[in-house]
C-alpha cells in the first residue's frame, strides 16, 4: 500500500519559518490533507487538497504538493504552533486512507 | 456545532471482544461517511476502519486481518468498532472521526483501550 514519509521531527525558532515535508510516490499527483495534534488533544485539520485552509487557521500557514513531495509551512512560528504534523491522502488504488508517520515541530 | 463522543474503552484481556461507540450530534449522521483512526501511546495515527454513509461499503486496514467490523445505525445517530481478538498492540486511543469525501473535517475526543493480561 501507498506509503507516506516524514521527518520524525522539525526545531524552529519563534518568528522563524518551519517547513515539514511528506514524501511519497509521485505524491504531486494526489490530494494531500494536513493535520495539527497538540499534546493530549484530537487532531485538527489545517491544509486540505494540497494548499487550501478551513475556516481558523491564519494565512501563515500554508501547504504545496509537487514530484514526490507535499510540504506544509509555517511562517512567523509562534509557541503555540508547537504540535505534532500529520500528512494524510486517500489511496485510490486500495480504497485506504493513509497517515504519514508525523513530524514533531519544536519551538525553540 | 459538530460532536462526536466515543464510549466503550477501557482494559480488557488479550484475546477478547470490546465494542467501542460513537454518538454523533451536530450533524445530519446519516449524509456522512465516518472514520475509526487510532494512535498507540506516543506512536502516530493509524487509520482502522472507514463506512460509507448508508453503511454499503466499508473498508479496513490490512493490519487488522479480518478482527474488527465497522458498523453504524442511523436511526441512533451512532457508529461501532467491534473489535475481536483483541491484541496488546491494539492498546491505544481510538478516535471516531467525520469523512468529508478524501479526508477527515471531524475528530472525537478518542476513548483509551488498554489490552492487558
Known amino acids: 500500500s501507498y506509503v507516506l514519509t516524514q521527518p520524525p521531527s522539525v526545531s524552529v525558532a519563534p518568528g522563524k519559518t518551519a517547513s515539514i515535508t511528506c514524501g511519497g510516490d509521485?505524491?504531486?499527483?494526489?490530494?494531500v490533507h494536513w493535520y495539527q495534534q497538540k499534546s493530549g488533544q484530537a487532531p485538527v485539520l489545517v491544509i486540505l487538497?494540497?494548499?487550501d485552509r478551513p475556516s481558523g487557521i491564519p494565512e501563515r500557514v500554508s501547504g504545496s504538493n509537487s514530484g514526490n513531495t507535499a510540504t506544509l509551512t509555517i511562517s512567523g512560528v509562534e509557541a503555540g504552533d508547537e504540535a505534532d504534523y500529520y500528512c494524510q491522502l486517500w489511496d485510490s488504488t486500495s480504497d485506504h486512507w493513509v497517515f504519514g508517520g508525523g513530524t514533531k515541530l519544536t519551538v525553540l | 456545532q459538530v460532536q462526536l463522543v466515543e464510549s466503550g474503552g477501557g482494559v480488557v484481556q488479550p484475546g477478547r471482544s470490546l465494542r467501542l461507540s460513537c454518538t454523533a450530534s451536530g450533524i445530519t449522521f446519516s449524509y456522512y461517511g465516518m472514520h475509526w483512526v487510532r494512535q498507540a501511546p506516543g506512536k502516530g495515527l493509524e487509520w482502522v476502519a472507514a463506512i460509507w454513509s448508508d453503511g454499503s461499503k466499508k473498508f479496513y486496514a490490512d493490519s487488522l486481518k479480518g478482527r474488527f467490523t465497522i458498523s453504524r445505525d442511523n436511526s441512533k445517530n451512532r457508529l461501532y468498532l467491534q473489535m475481536n481478538s483483541l491484541r496488546v498492540e491494539d492498546t491505544g486511543v481510538y478516535y471516531c472521526?467525520?469523512?468529508?469525501?478524501?479526508?477527515?473535517?471531524?475528530w472525537g475526543q478518542g476513548t483509551l483501550v488498554t489490552v492487558s493480561s
Open positions: 487538497y494540497d494548499s
Open positions: 472521526a467525520r469523512r468529508d469525501r478524501v479526508l477527515i473535517d471531524y
Open positions: 509521485n505524491i504531486g499527483d494526489k490530494s
